[in-house]
């Protein structure tokens, strides 16, 4: 067995492979030169500088597995390592620690004006009265994600007498009450209570521009926000107005983005009382220590015959059960962050129902691939592998039947999404052989394919309204690809949904001026992985 361990990665993590393996730390290197190199490993290990591709997986005849000493693992080809056998792996807990701690840094340096004090006093400057801070004792932080790192930035901040609010659609009111802080359900009713507000989500189109000009100006005025997770969850453009208008007092910026090219972003150089650091939040000697050993580990074990703890992918599901529904699996996950993202609150249940041949074969992997849309569509690093867990650890019931009726498909999915406040169904189906499409979404019934950008817009049977919708789509620069116009079986509802699929992704504006238009009805934009 051979190892290859490229980029910087703690040499702890060769010591872990000895005896298993023969292990090589080489730099990185260009995707040829490590095409050409990694014909002869059984393993590769990288962080972030390594970009593991197609061309590289494929070379890799002998490659079992590639471990990625981090949390992201977008430098790695996912869909082409599956397909050639290849597990890919991941350390999502290794930094925990050091991201919360640098957010409370963060928050006590913005509080206290360190930086600005230091360059004043390094000038021979004496200037007390100008640094004068304020104290968090007795502030109320609102905590935006209750993962791992949420949780740890909240027990602290409550052992430093500070109060703590909540909101996260995917933790409990007892899960936040147990460690002393308060949920909200509602962002409405969030932003006015905090006198600090840290996010720690992923970066999904749920959280994309999640602090925006909008809800900066509902916020507490003089409120000061804490980025330490992804850059993308705060418009840049809309903080750095807020702060020069006072609305917030301060900031404090791990990520942006436009890495590393930080003079693209708008807080660049400017006179903003803004503390920004290059993507600090896993960036110690502890925390690259914890992720080399944990992947090295992982690695090891599936050399001698084990499993891998955090495994991105499935290469190892039987083909056996596989087989049979892997026409229906890229559908079921597309159904799952369909529904979701067409739902309102918090997740409940998820009902399946399978018609057809379906109703006749083992449609396990099915249930997991809509579980895997459902949960991707607003958390970060959701796999075949976790997703049923995430359900679990959520309580959420994932109840599948099989339908015996007659189908006019030659097989059919049925996703229902219960949340605390509605209810929606989509269905999709294998119209003829390779041809799945989406062919209901509540009452309506269609045909359409699925496509990475989406839009749904319910509106009035009235004169004009796709000429309108269109117009805005056009004037933005955007192109439709294909569009059909659904209506309910009941022909006295005057209400219709156009589903459109267009070529980019659709900002906050445009869906803005869309729902301006007179008759459209709560249109939505939907991204999937299409």
């Not at 117009?471 to 079986?489: D, F, L, P, T, W």
Request: glycine share 6%.
């Amino acid at each position: 067995m051979k190892v290859l361990i490229t980029d910087k990665i703690n040499e702890a993590a060769g010591k872990i492979l000895d005896g298993v393996a023969e292990v090589d730390f080489l730099p990185t290197m260009s995707e040829d030169e490590l095409a050409q190199k990694i014909q002869d490993y059984d393993a590769l290990m990288i962080r972030s500088q390594t970009k593991v591709t197609k061309k590289i997986l494929e070379a890799g005849k002998n490659l079992k597995i590639v471990g990625r000493a981090g949390v992201g693992v977008d430098n790695v080809d996912i869909e082409s390592a599956t397909q050639n056998g290849i597990i890919v792996v991941n350390s999502p807990d290794g930094n925990t620690n050091a991201a919360a701690e640098h957010t409370l840094a963060m928050m006590l340096a913005m509080s206290r004006n360190i930086p600005a004090a230091v360059m004043s006093t390094k000038e021979g400057k004496w200037e007390r009265s100008k640094f004068t801070g304020v104290e968090v004792f007795g502030k109320t932080l609102g905590i935006i994600g209750f993962g791992k790192i949420g949780q740890h930035v909240a027990n602290a901040a409550i052992a430093m007498g500070m109060k703590v609010v909540v909101s996260d659609p995917y933790t409990t009111k007892e899960a936040v009450e147990k460690i002393g802080a308060k949920y909200i359900t509602s962002l409405d009713e969030f932003w006015g209570q905090c006198d600090y507000i840290t996010i720690h989500t992923p970066k999904t189109k749920e959280t994309t521009a999640l602090i925006n000009k909008n809800t900066l100006n509902r916020m507490k005025k003089g409120v000061r926000i804490i980025n330490c997770a992804r850059g993308g969850i705060i418009d840049e453009a809309a903080l750095k107005d807020a702060l020069q208008s006072g609305q917030v007092s301060a900031a404090a910026i791990d990520v942006f983005e436009t890495e590393p090219d930080i003079t693209a972003s708008p807080l660049y150089n400017s006179d903003c009382n803004v503390i920004m650091t290059p993507h600090l939040g896993a960036s110690t000697a502890e925390a690259q220590y914890n992720v080399a050993i944990d992947v090295a580990e992982q690695i090891r074990d599936v050399l001698t015959g084990g499993s891998a703890k955090a495994a991105i992918n499935i290469p190892a599901l039987k083909s056996a059960i596989l087989e049979p529904v892997k026409e229906y699996m890229q559908l079921a996950e597309n159904l799952g962050e369909l529904v979701k993202q067409l739902s309102k609150g918090n997740l409940k249940n998820i009902n399946i129902t399978v018609n057809g041949n379906l109703a006749e074969l083992n449609v396990s992997p099915l249930e997991v691939a809509v579980q895997k849309g459902i949960f991707s569509s607003t958390l970060e690093g959701v796999n075949f592998v976790n997703a049923p867990i995430i359900a679990k650890n959520r309580g959420i019931n994932i109840i599948t039947s099989k339908s015996q009726k007659d189908c006019t498909f030659i097989g059919s999915i049925s996703v229902t999404l219960t949340t605390d406040t509605e209810e929606n169904t989509v269905t999709g189906a294998l119209v003829a052989k390779n041809m799945p499409r989406i062919v209901r979404i509540n009452d309506y019934n269609m045909s359409i394919e699925a496509e990475e950008h989406m839009l749904i817009v319910p509106h009035e049977n009235k004169p004009s309204m796709v000429a309108k919708v269109a117009a805005v789509i056009g004037e933005n620069n955007i192109n439709i690809n294909r569009m059909q116009v659904a209506q309910k079986s009941n022909l006295k509802d005057n209400v219709s949904i156009m589903i459109i699929t267009i070529d980019k992704d659709v900002k906050s504006s445009v869906m803005d001026k869309i729902n301006q238009i007179d008759g459209v009805k709560n249109a939505e934009y939907i991204k999937l992985n299409a």
